[in-house]
C-alpha cells in the first residue's frame, strides 16, 4: 500500500523557513508542508528545482527517498523562488 494516511508525520530533521512575498517568514517542517507551499503558495510555477521538489516531496512523503535528500531540494527550490529567510 502505497498511501500516506492524514496521521502519519514524516517531519525533517530541521525545519526550513521560508517568507512568502513580502509577509514574516514561516516554518516548514517536512515533506507533507513543502508539498502544500509547492501546490498553493509558491510564487512560480516553474524552475528546475521547483518542478524536482515536488515530485521528491510526494516521493518523500512515500519513503521513497531519503528525508534529508527531500529537503536540500526544497530549500535549493526556497532559493530558486527567492523565498528562502
Do not use: H
Not at 32 to 46: F, G, H, I, T
Amino acid at each position: 500500500m502505497n498511501d500516506v494516511t492524514a496521521t502519519d508525520e514524516v517531519l525533517w530533521s530541521s525545519p526550513v523557513r521560508v517568507r512568502v512575498g513580502y509577509g514574516f517568514p514561516e516554518v516548514v517542517r517536512g515533506p507533507r508542508e513543502a508539498l502544500e507551499y509547492l501546490k498553493w503558495r509558491w510564487p512560480v510555477r516553474e524552475g528546475t528545482y521547483y518542478l524536482r521538489a515536488l515530485k521528491e516531496c510526494a516521493a518523500g512523503l512515500q519513503r521513497r527517498l531519503p528525508l534529508e535528500k527531500v529537503r536540500e531540494t526544497f530549500v535549493l527550490a526556497s532559493i530558486e523562488a527567492r523565498m528562502l529567510s
